[in-house]
């Protein structure tokens, strides 16, 4: 594909949506066809999908459930919003995406590697991210900026469980960082937001530069 996918994974209060939206700037002002979007989420279908699993609707139904609602939610986003997008030739950045599934549902929900495996392999359909930035933070650090950011909003399904359950998934993205090296960077976020954010430009320049992508306005 002639694109470029580019996702951000991590915990909450990482910055993800601050350093998404400066990247996008900084990408458009290079003249490049930037799509963000977002999971759960991301296309009409997604959306209401993202509904029912942040609301905790489907929290009775059991982890196995959601983690399939979430597959549901992502194959009708590659479909309808990602694939089309890269074969267009855009750069495509995506907070969250399967490594989310795999951290919050396959590691801190206990289920089967096979199941979930099956589950990302016919969602994601073979558009695999060219480039993850995992944004890790400490544990407490991340829940106070997210605390900060919902002032007095409420916190959703996920963002409510305890502090064990975010720092296992701290260490289920470092490893999997880890196991994948090639795709994935780790970003230490507790940095300043302009630091985190030339450091991200620096791998996505190198990035394009690798992909030799055409710049549509120097073309
Ligand atoms: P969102 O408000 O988009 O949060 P954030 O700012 O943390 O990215 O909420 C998405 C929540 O859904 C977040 O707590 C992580 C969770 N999630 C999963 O559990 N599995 C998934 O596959 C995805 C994409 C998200």
């Given at each position: 594909m002639r694109g470029l996918f580019i996702t951000f994974e991590g915990g909450e209060g990482a910055g993800k949506s601050t350093q998404i939206d400066g990247l996008a700037e900084h990408l458009r002002s290079a003249g490049y066809n930037v799509v963000v979007t977002r999971e759960p989420g991301g296309s009409p279908g997604a959306e209401a999908v993202r509904h029912v699993l942040l609301s905790g609707a489907a929290e009775p139904l059991g982890q196995d459930i959601e983690a399939v609602l979430f597959s549901a939610a992502r194959s009708d986003h590659v479909d309808q919003v990602i694939r089309p997008a890269l074969l267009r030739g855009s750069i495509v950045l995506c907070d969250r995406f399967m490594d989310s599934s795999r951290v919050y549902q396959g590691v801190t929900g206990n289920l089967d590697p096979d199941f979930m495996r099956q589950l990302e392999k016919v969602a994601v359909d073979g558009v695999v991210p060219d480039r993850t930035f995992i944004l890790d933070i400490d544990v407490e650090e991340g829940l106070h900026r997210a605390d900060k950011r919902r002032g007095s909003g409420t916190a959703d399904r996920f963002e409510k469980e305890g502090m064990a359950v975010q720092q296992a998934r701290r260490e289920a993205f470092l490893a999997l960082a880890k196991a994948e090296p090639e795709r994935c960077v780790v970003i230490?976020?507790?940095?300043d937001a302009e630091s985190v954010a030339n450091e991200i430009a620096f791998h996505v320049t190198e990035l394009i530069e690798a992909k030799k992508m055409a710049n549509p306005e120097k073309a």
């Open positions: 230490d976020a507790a940095e």
